[in-house]
């Protein structure tokens, strides 16, 4: 499958609001296009922002934080220092483990291209308002740490994923907004990992990941 990435203007960084409304609009384009390609997109967020999973309640009453619902299910994030990805595309597995997993290699292809060895987590669930406070096998981790957090929903033979990249977190704010103690051992961001590369090559070496993970990929 070929892919298409959407530059956006050349502006990456944007509200919470815009950004799930533009991940939905390029969904829906994709269905009544009826495109047989995938189109990916990089972006930020400004200011800070609490994502809520599809099927979560909005239980979370923090003054100084915007909060926005997002398609896609899992649990909710606080979105912040980070890379965030989304990938539209025609269904092409009808396991969503299978194609979350196909996707989510090509981020673990991209970061392979900067040095940094990544693999698939195994299942661990805990009773956790946060995403990152659990993982599934089709998690992305370093040493065992988790590292990617995404989640996928599909809609008329099309699907949407997205994911999480955290350069940095912050623990006490991330406790203080899900009321939840964080097992930090358990997590790891990019400048834990390594801290010299900028946005402009992570992007470009996901990129290069993206093109050689859906060259084997078929609708």
Known sequence: ???????????????GQYNM??????????IGDNVDFALVRFYQ????????????????????IDIVNRKTGGR???????LTYSVVCPIFDESIVRSYKKISNCLILGFKTLGIELNFGSFE???STYCFNTTSRADICYNNKKFIGSAQYRKKGYLLQHGSIPYS???SLI????????????????????????????????????????????Q
């Open 76 to 82: 909710a994030l606080l979105h912040d220092k980070e």
């Open 45 to 64: 967020w400004h200011p800070k922002c609490v994502s809520l999973g599809r099927n979560q309640d909005n239980n979370i009453n923090y003054k100084n």
């Open 21 to 30: 409304d533009f991940d939905e609009k390029t969904l829906n384009s994709a």
């Open 175 to 218: 406790e203080e907004i899900f009321y939840e103690k964080i097992d930090r051992e358990k997590i790891i961001t990019l400048n834990e990992i390594n801290d010299s590369f900028s946005t402009r090559q992570i992007i470009d070496a996901l990129k290069q990941g993206f093109i050689e993970g859906f060259k084997d990929i078929s």
């Open 169 to 171: 977190l912050d623990w």
């Open 125 to 127: 669930h805990r009773n």
């Open 1 to 15: 499958m070929n892919v298409n990435f959407i530059t956006n203007n050349c502006n990456i960084v944007n509200n």
